[in-house]
């Protein structure tokens, strides 16, 4: 059974930090990348983070300067994202999602709720 586990998520105010981290199992083909995505109220999923070890680590604009996608060393698949500076319009669910060559996977999304 394919499993990407995420957790960290929870109630933060504004300037303040999180660590998500997402643990992938299960999954039979190799992962060529991992990323971070977040769905905000009424709006579309989009991409937070992603991180490859053709491309390195690439940010959405929005997040350059204040998250950090980064993997364990010790742990080749587990993943984390570094949130800080957080900000209310960083309010969302956020979803850990792995890339092989034949699909994508999806992990259940945690809550990220920044307070003013």
């Known amino acids: 059974q394919v499993q990407l586990v995420e957790s960290g998520g929870g109630l933060v105010q504004a300037g303040g930090s999180l660590r998500l981290s997402c643990v992938p199992s299960?999954?039979?083909?190799?992962?060529?990348?991992m990323g971070w995505y977040r769905q905000a109220p009424g709006k579309q999923r989009e991409v937070v983070a992603t991180l490859s070890t053709v491309r390195g680590a690439n940010y959405t604009e929005s997040v350059k300067g204040r998250f950090t996608i980064s993997r364990d060393n010790a742990k080749n698949t587990v993943v984390y994202l570094q949130m800080n500076s957080l900000k209310p319009e960083d309010t969302a669910v956020y979803y850990c999602n792995a890339q092989t060559y034949y699909r994508a996977f999806w992990g259940q999304g945690t809550q990220v709720t920044v307070s003013s």
């Open positions: 299960g999954i039979a083909y190799p992962i060529n990348a």
